[in-house]
């Protein structure tokens, strides 16, 4: 059903409620009010958080409530456990090649000890933790991991974690193990509703559908020297190769390579000419298992004034010879050696 999985983290793959309750209880104490249960907790806790504590304690400052809360949830006596079916699912994103992200408001010491202990931490491409409004988060998270909006959803236990989904324009799924009770869920209309992640797992592979080739475009550009452009990025395990991406539907691939230069290296591209097509399927070179088709072009810039988005981590302007030292991805390594010996390249030698 979709290739990238957000996750929330505190009630949807790990249940740490009895703590925060306990913690939230010790808070709360201290200024004379009484403690909650577990319903009415579900029931009235929400995230943001501060505005939680803004309506209990209108006058306490955060910082001080922080202050008394860290310490309260480190000696909480009920345990921190993984919510069932919540490893057999990530599991199985791992083998499906689905990609996986964690979105939480946890403090990030404690999100980050617990990943460790409950051995998680392969388990996902990045994680954003101590995030006290995500939805001030989830349009980075999309636009830095290139996650196309209709491919991606968000998965979570909480009101806030579905409003999170559709401030990022991607589909919200709600899991009913967690914070807050199911009437509350429904009252914001989930894309989704599953009981817990062994359901939602059951329903991806009932409706998954046939995994089909990506079409991307890159093109190998070029300077009035001869010179040409390399970038090094993480997608090809800090490989060199070239600017380039997937292109959108309904849009035309030289109009992809057009807008995929302009937003990855800030370059206009002239005098674009089709180079050669080739598979690429599951390398190992690159992040995770994909199956892409790559139309490479050859192009010319009238500048060199590169700056880079942040896929890329590095830049080089080098004579192609001079390139082919690099540790160059494949695929860049077949496209500059044709393109060498084709003289695609004007000025290459002079």
Known sequence: MFRNLIFDWSGTLVDDLGPVIEATNAVIGKYDIGPFDRESFRRRFRLPY?????????????????????????????????IPHAREKLDWCKLAGIRTFVLTSMDP??????????????????????????????????DMHDLDPAETAFVGDMTHDIETARHG???????????????????VRPDLTVPDLGVLRSLFEKRRPASYPISTVGALLYDDRGRILMVRTHKWNHRWGIPGGKIKRGERSIDALHREILEETSLE????????????IDSSEFIRPEHFILLNYVARVSGTDVRLNQEAQEFAWLAPTDALGLDLNQPTRTLLLESIARGLIPNANA
């Open 50 to 82: 501060q505005e939680f504590y803004r309506e209990l304690l209108p006058d306490v400052p955060l910082e001080e409530l922080e202050r008394h809360f860290r310490p309260a949830f480190e000696a909480a006596q009920s345990p921190v456990t993984v």
């Open 169 to 187: 324009g991607v589909a919200s799924i709600a899991v009913l193990t967690g914070y807050n009770h199911p009437e509350l869920l429904a009252a």
């Open 269 to 280: 591209i002239c005098d674009a000419r089709f180079a050669m097509a080739q598979d690429s």
């Open 109 to 142: 010491k404690a999100f980050e000890r617990q990943m460790l202990e409950f051995g998680f931490a392969d388990h996902f491409e990045a994680t954003y933790s101590g995030v006290l409004d995500k939805r001030e988060v989830i349009h980075r998270i999309l």
